[in-house]
DNA sequence: CAAACATACAACCATCTAGTTGTACGTTGT
DNA sequence: ACAACGTACAACTAGATGGTTGTATGTTTG
């Protein structure tokens, strides 16, 4: 598994740094998908795609539960919002530094 | 030079892909730091760091001002939040696939 | 003017990445 | 039993990435 927290912030954004991943995610958080469907959307091998779902999995952005000889992924929008709290905490510190501004200007 | 959205999201994505970046990224959102103030804070040659401060600026999260012979950057607040409504995005997708699960179960 | 400073960029190198093909193995259906 | 299906993974390749050092250019200071 992962360790740290920067270690999960690097293999959220390297899964989304990449189209094909952000379609995959799209289609599996809107519903499951076989591995195999996955890849009939795609002008790549089986291979390739499997590759994908392997890196968002490991980034815990998806999961699979195996139901006969499929492997259905499923998207974790809880991971998607942890990745979005995470944008969050950078604004907050872009407003710490206008509340700084403001007081700048409130001392002159 | 005109770049579609899934190029944008490329890289930004990417840019956000690197812890040094991520924390070059909070110190300018924090208030402007020159080339060279950014790099005293790390263990790499100014040329690397250097390097990061591009990465950023190409995805459109920081902007340079000249002022004499330094370069001061500053964070794009805006730029971080485009990314956060790309997230945001997904997880309406997630919301369309519990929408539909909640009718399949009314119609039983 | 010369020296020191701040930045940009080229050239190079080791490693990673995204794709490929091929192989192996469990599951399903005939 | 066996052929077809679904998946995983190894080995390989071209190109991107993240680091290095060295050089060039503009700016400030003595």
């Given amino acids: 598994m992962i360790e740290g927290d920067e270690d999960r912030a690097d293999a959220f954004f390297h899964a989304l740094a990449d189209r094909t991943r952000r379609d995959i ?36 952005l998806l999961t699979k539960r195996r139901q006969g000889r499929e492997q259905l992924a499923s998207g974790d929008v809880e991971a ?20 700084r501004i403001d007081t700048l200007i409130q001392e002159e």
């Fill in 25 to 60: 995610l799209r289609r599996v958080l809107a519903g499951e998908h076989s591995v195999t469907a996955l890849a009939a959307s795609y002008d790549m091998s089986f291979a390739a795609v499997q590759k994908h779902v392997a890196v968002l999995e490991r980034a815990g």
């Fill in 80 to 99: 998607v919002r942890s990745v979005a709290s995470m944008l969050d905490e950078l604004e907050e510190v872009w407003r710490g530094r206008i509340a």
